[in-house]
């Protein structure tokens, strides 16, 4: 039987067409520069302003770039980060395989042994222990020690460790420990300026100019709620779904309320000023 | 003659035997007797003269004074008739008797012969034997025919009853009332006469005492009401009384006095409204009038009918009488609810917190809205209450919107006011530098100035320099504000789409509303048709037939402004090129020219850039002799209220100031604003201004000496109030008293001097002790009122506590085995690891460790009572910031005592760095019991705000607590602020700094600080305190209790 989806192999994972971005400030070079010397990346950024894109982006111009490679280029291997993820989750572990066992890599011992740019996304939510594991690796080292084989590898050339991190949570026990923080450099993301965000919303919503400029318009005006109560502006994600669901034909005002107003926020003062600027920046 | 002879001689002894006096008398009535009575009749005539005189010779001489003039009048038979009368009374009174006589020939002018003896008795029945009954019966007599000159028969019937009835109370009240019923009936009109002497047989039947007053003030009264109203006015009042027996005159002051606030034209239909209202209830148709006013100020005419509608209902209803009036009275929710869903006034208190949140939005986080009273309160250089404006960091909005008959529509105006003024700072009107180029016109400041041949001076702010170069600064600056608003009105139109059919609306009835342009002189006309196709109706300009031709050109150089990419600058240009040709227009009023005044043909399109070649007609189509000699002083054209007063010269100044203090020099201050233009006008005191100015703004221009010299002073202040109170310690014989100075712990803290950039050591004092205890009442209040919201609270925090009971995986002992875990093990102990055995796991609870101290704001401030009467749904009267405050405090520990975190509740204030008063409600390691819920029954508001020390003392308890997580969560209710905090009272900088730093000392050694404020100016000042610190400002203060639970749970979540 044929199935439905496609299983790939973590470290066949590989970005072929060009993803959509739009550099913002130096962040292409900056990265560019770090993976070439191999220093250890992390991408500070509110929720939904183009972490991931960029790093899917960079993955892919690396690899276009690095013409010499053999078909591998630079894979990009991403791991979703969660409060119960353990050492052997990302590093491996031994199967029972009938009465033998059998050794199976985790995510980051595939990333370091193929040279891939290894993703750790919202690193903050992963526990302090398993967090530490990574250390040596994102040092002058380079090393990914396996405790359960009692062997050290060394990281593949390609291997770069990137993290994610959103500083915007309000929460005290959110934060990364200094020891690793300082092993990083830090690119800070944030809502691209009109001008740009109405570029990433005709381009992804495949909507008109205008519109896109409209919510454009709308983020930058709901981002100056956030000190008032908002806890985290509208990201250039939303307003992409917005510019979507207008372009599937909904209209402008309503696409705004469901995308925008009633995504953000359930108190009902700042629901209604949302709408309210909603409703004067787009006519009925 | 000889007849008449004749009968003098037969009389004449008898009558002087009965006094010498009557023959004269009688001579003269025989004389003038007309010689068509009979002799028979004469002789009847002269016998009953007789019988008269020997019942009264003065009855006889009246009789006979009043012989011919009745004769004139009735036929002689008459005569008898009234000597029998007069007989009759004098039965009573002869002088009654007499009075009768002498006022029958008026009487009988206005009436027959046949009401003589109906009005006999009337009188008569006045007389009831005392001198006092008997003098009003003369004036009765007397007044009579005064008063049928107004009345009718029935009328005065009427009178005389109402009359009658007083004088049965008191005889000198009726006799004043009549006295003066003659002249109150001559100016009331014929239709209300009966219904007065209805009214004040009402009056005299409840409250007799008031009738003079009836009689003196009801005309006057009555004259409130639109004439034709007025009878069914007295009638709605007749109606309420004898309902209620109530007494007339206090519901007629009432009512006329309410009725008298409200436009004429209404009167019919609320008088017609009240009395249907009477018929039900009649008190609450008096309160409906009463009220009648506030509640159309607020309401449609049609909405009215609602209004009503709804409180007769509640009458059909059966609702109690009282319950009725008092909805009338709008002192029910009920009543307030309905106004409020009928009232299409919007006002901005009611709304400011949904205002606010959209100024923001639209202009950025700095963004401030306040109610224009606010800004002609401040008394800065604007003086208008009523229009919208911004000083360069606050927008003013009018106190309320009344424009359209509904609220939605109202409160789109008020955000149609709001994008305009934020779009006067985000599209830049106060950017402008001197002699910049616009984005199409080029300068012609240069170009002016060699013309002028004198320089400005560049101390002044740009806009002032310009305004400079003109000859008329009210010219230029009325010109200016037309353009550039205009560019602004463009800007915002493609900005926010969804508000341009709005502001069409509104540029409709703005339009309408503008002054005749024929009333105007010529040159003010110029300017009022620029303002007119500025509000988007060209269609409404009007010019002289033989000038069409530059007022087109000048109407249309504004479709420039619609470019969303001009400037200010081009808006400058355009403003200098219309001066030039307003300018030069006499301002005569044109109306006396005669010209016809014709509506402007096509003009160019919208964007058109204009040729703005100089353009001074060399021909005028009007005598320029003539004009000149009827010149009159050009007048400031009046703005429409959604675009305000708009003085950009002042706002750079002011801004200016803001950042520099000595930027502008006090002379310079003074010129600006004795050249505004509104102020000019005002006559306003500019030295009054000027401090004003000085103290709001520069705050101190003072050096540092005089500073140290403040602070020395409140330091001695200090000193002196120490000694007060070492003094009050040392005679404080009562030992609880010594106790309680006994467990006053005190620590110092070092301040933080930006200025110095260095810490002053030691510099605080502050003195921990525990909070006093109060009632439990309030917290078993508190939960009771809220028990809802606990509810979901706990609930809430009950959901993050699975964390704190989280299993805890990977143990090498426990109560369950992990399968993965197991597996896991298993299979690297094949691979032959041998790794530990920790496949256990286990249901603990895990202490979460997060300690949390929170810190109130106890200042004198927190007194405030956020109670505002705008507010439909009050909150109970007289809560303050400190109740809500005590409120949130019982929230937040039912939420703590669900999730179980350690906490702390501080209290602080104090006076002085050497007496910051640090309360403890609970400490960190402390169980939660009655002591501290009856703590918080005595949270107070005290006296000042020195948060750097509260906030270091606090941290420093936190930091000896051990615990992973250590939060300070600080509530307050405005600035930090107290004496010697700052070198004076206006200076906020230093104890801003002075908190920031404290915050900053904490966040070093781990804690994590949270700021919530209920100020509504606190973005201002927060923004500076906390740049990497989290804050949020709960806008509206009743929300707190609710909202603080919340806002821990984010911060303390996981
Ligand atoms: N500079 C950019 N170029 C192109 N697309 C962008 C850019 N910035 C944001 N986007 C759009 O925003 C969307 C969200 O971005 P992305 O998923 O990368 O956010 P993120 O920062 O990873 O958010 P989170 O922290 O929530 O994971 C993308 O799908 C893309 O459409
Ligand atoms: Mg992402």
């Known amino acids: ?284 | 003659m000889s007849s008449a002879q004749t009968l003098f001689d037969r009389y004449r002894h008898e009558l002087a035997h009965l006094d010498a006096d009557l023959p004269p008398v009688f001579q003269k009535a025989v004389q003038n007797l007309p010689s068509t009575l009979a002799a028979s009749q004469q002789q009847r005539w002269g016998e009953d003269g007789v019988v008269l005189a020997r019942t009264s010779t003065r009855l006889a001489a009246a009789y006979f004074d009043a012989t011919a003039h009745l004769l004139a009048r009735v036929d002689p038979d008459v005569l008898g008739d009234c000597k029998e009368l007069a007989l009759q009374l004098t039965d009573r009174s002869p002088l009654v008797a007499v009075a009768f006589l002498q006022a029958s020939p008026d009487f009988l002018s206005h009436r027959d012969a046949a009401a003589l003896q109906e009005w006999v008795h009337q009188g008569g029945r006045f007389c009831r034997g005392s001198w006092k009954s008997a003098a009003l019966a003369q004036l009765f007599f007397a007044s009579s025919a005064t008063l049928m000159q107004s009345l009718s028969a029935n009328e005065f019937q009427k009178l005389a009853a109402v009359i009658l009835r007083l004088s049965e109370h008191s005889m000198d009240l009726a006799s004043s009332c009549l006295g003066r019923a003659a002249e109150v009936f001559a100016s009331l009109a014929a239709s209300e006469r009966l219904d007065f002497i209805d009214l004040a047989d009402q009056v005299v039947a409840t409250t007799w005492s008031d009738a003079w007053h009836y009689f003196e003030s009801g005309p006057e009264l009555l004259s409130s009401v639109v004439k034709d109203q007025r009878g069914h006015f007295l009638q709605l009042v007749t109606q309420i009384s004898a309902a209620d027996a109530s007494p007339p005159l206090p519901i007629l002051s009432a009512t006329a006095g309410a009725i008298a606030e409200m436009a004429s034209v209404e009167h019919a239909e609320l008088i017609q409204l009240a009395s249907r209202l009477a018929s039900h209830n009649a008190a609450a148709a008096v309160e409906f009038l009463k009220s009648v006013l506030f509640v159309r100020q607020r309401i449609t005419r049609e909405a009215l009918h609602g209004w009503l509608a709804r409180g007769l209902q509640l009458s059909v209803e059966g609702h109690d009488r009282d319950a009725v009036a008092a909805f009338f009275r709008i002192e029910t929710a009920g009543a307030q609810l309905l106004l409020g869903s009928l009232s299409g006034r919007v006002e901005f208190e009611r709304f400011a917190g949904r205002l606010r949140l959209y100024a923001t939005a639209l202009g950025g986080e700095e963004m401030q809205l306040q109610s224009s009273d606010m800004l002609a309160e401040r008394n800065i250089g604007w003086v208008t209450k009523d229009a919208a404006t911004t000083d360069g960091n606050t927008v003013f909005v009018p106190a309320s919107i009344d424009q359209f008959g509904d609220q939605k529509a109202n409160l789109q105006v008020y955000k149609v006011c709001i994008a305009h003024q934020t779009g006067r700072l985000t599209f830049g009107s106060f950017r402008y530098g001197y002699g910049q180029d616009g984005r199409y016109l080029k300068s012609t400041v240069t170009a002016r100035e060699r013309q002028l041949a004198k320089e400005t001076d560049f101390l002044h702010s740009p806009m002032q320099r310009l305004f400079d170069l003109f000859s008329s600064r009210r010219l230029i600056a009325d010109l200016f504000t037309i353009v550039e608003d205009t560019r602004i009105d463009a800007c915002v139109q493609v900005e926010y789409k969804g508000l341009r059919s709005w502001m069409l609306r509104l540029g409709s009835h703005m339009a309408s509303e503008r002054p005749e342009l024929l009333s105007l002189g010529l040159r003010e006309a110029f300017v009022e048709n620029l303002l007119r196709a500025s509000l988007g109706h060209r269609e409404t300009v009007r010019w002289p037939e033989e000038g069409i031709e530059q007022m087109t050109q000048a109407v249309d150089a504004l479709q420039l402004m619609t470019r969303f990419d001009a400037s200010v600058a081009d808006s400058v240009e355009i403003a200098a090129w219309l001066f030039d040709i307003a300018v030069a227009l006499p301002n005569f009023s044109a109306r006396v020219l005669g010209n016809t005044w014709l509506p402007l043909p096509q003009g160019s399109v919208a964007g058109a850039i204009p040729d703005t070649s100089p353009r001074v007609a060399d021909r005028w189509w009007f005598d320029e002799g003539t004009a000149d000699a009827l010149q009159q002083p050009y007048a400031v054209s009046s703005q429409p209220f959604s675009r305000g007063s708009f003085k950009p010269e002042l706002v750079q100044a002011l801004t200016s100031l803001h950042e520099d203090r000595d930027s502008i020099s006090k002379e310079q201050l003074q010129q600006l604003l004795e050249n505004s233009e509104e102020i000019e006008g005002e006559d306003v005191d500019i030295d009054l201004l000027l401090d004003h100015i000085q103290s709001e703004l520069a705050s101190s221009h003072d050096d540092l000496q005089e500073s140290d010299d403040d602070l020395q002073e409140s330091e001695d202040d200090l000193q002196e109030r120490d000694g007060d109170l070492r003094e009050d310690e040392s005679i404080a014989d009562d030992p609880l008293d010594e106790e309680v100075a006994a467990t006053i712990q005190w620590s110092y803290y070092d301040e933080w001097d930006f200025r110095a950039n260095d810490y002053r050591p030691a510099w605080c004092h502050v003195g921990e002790r525990p909070a006093g205890e109060g009632e439990l009442d309030f917290y078993t209040e508190t939960l009771k009122r809220n028990h809802g919201l606990i509810a979901a609270i706990r609930r809430q925090f009950e959901l993050m506590r699975p964390e704190t009971f989280r299993k805890l995986k990977r143990l090498e002992d426990g109560h369950e085995i992990e399968l993965d875990q197991a597996i896991e093990f298993h299979a690297d102990r094949k691979a032959g690891i041998g790794p530990l055995a920790r496949f256990y796991s286990r249901r603990d609870k895990v202490e979460r460790n997060v300690a949390v101290a929170f810190l109130l704001d106890m200042s004198a401030s927190t007194v405030d009572e956020i109670y505002d009467q705008s507010r439909m749904d009050p909150l109970p009267a007289g809560k303050r910031i400190i109740d809500l405050e005590r409120e949130s405090t019982v929230l937040i520990i039912e939420a703590l005592e669900a999730i179980g975190d350690s906490y702390a509740i501080y209290g602080f204030s104090g006076q002085g760095r050497k007496n910051v008063v640090f309360q403890v409600i609970k400490e960190l390691d402390q169980e939660f019991d009655d002591s501290v819920r009856k703590r918080i029954d005595t949270i107070e508001p005290m006296r000042a705000t020195r948060m750097g020390a509260a906030i270091r003392h606090a941290q420093a308890k936190l930091i000896s607590y051990p615990a992973k997580v250590r939060i300070l969560m600080l509530v307050s209710d405005g600035r930090p602020q107290d004496q010697g905090y700052g070198r004076d009272r206006t200076d906020f900088d230093y104890a801003v700094h002075d908190t920031k730093q404290a915050l900053v000392e904490g966040k070093r050694e781990g804690i994590v600080p949270f700021l919530i404020t209920v100020d509504k100016q606190g973005p201002d000042y927060l923004k500076e305190m906390c740049q990497d610190i989290s804050y949020t400002v709960v806008a509206d203060v009743a929300s707190l209790p609710e909202r603080l639970p919340g806002i821990y749970r984010q911060l303390a979540s996981r």
């Open chain 1, 1 to 284: 039987m044929k199935q439905a989806f496609k299983q790939l192999n973590a470290e066949d994972f590989r970005i072929t067409e060009e993803p959509y971005y739009l550099p913002i400030a130096d962040e292409v070079a900056l990265f560019e520069s770090a993976y070439k010397q191999q220093l250890p990346v992390l991408l500070k950024g509110p929720t939904g302003c183009g972490k991931t894109r960029f790093i899917e982006y960079m993955s892919w111009r690396l690899h276009r770039q690095s013409g010499n490679h053999e078909e591998e280029g630079v894979p990009l291997i991403t791991v979703a980060c969660h409060e119960d993820l353990t050492a052997s989750d990302l590093v491996g572990r031994y199967l029972l395989e009938g009465d033998d066992t059998r050794w199976i890599d985790g995510p980051i011992t595939r990333a370091v042994k193929v040279g891939a740019i290894c993703y750790l996304d919202e690193i903050v939510e992963a526990r302090k222990d398993t967090t530490v594991l990574i250390h040596p690796l994102a040092d002058y080292r380079r090393m990914l020690p396996m405790e359960k084989r009692g062997e050290l590898i060394e990281a593949a050339d390609g291997f770069l460790l990137v993290l994610s991190f959103n500083p915007g949570y309000q929460s005290a026990l959110k934060d990364l420990k200094h020891s690793t923080r300082q092993r990083f450099i830090a690119i800070e993301f944030d809502y691209p300026g009109r001008r740009e965000e109405t570029a990433i919303i005709s381009a992804e919503a495949d909507c008109h100019a205008e519109i896109a400029a409209d919510l454009a318009k709308l983020g930058e005006k709901v981002r100056h709620l956030k000190a008032h109560g908002l806890a985290e502006g509208v990201s250039t994600r939303l307003l992409v779904y917005a510019g979507k669901l207008i372009a599937d034909g909904i209209s402008p005002r309503r696409a705004c309320q469901t995308a925008i107003a009633q995504a953000l926020t359930d108190d009902l003062e700042i629901k209604g000023t949302i709408e309210e600027v909603i409703d004067s920046i787009f006519e009925e």
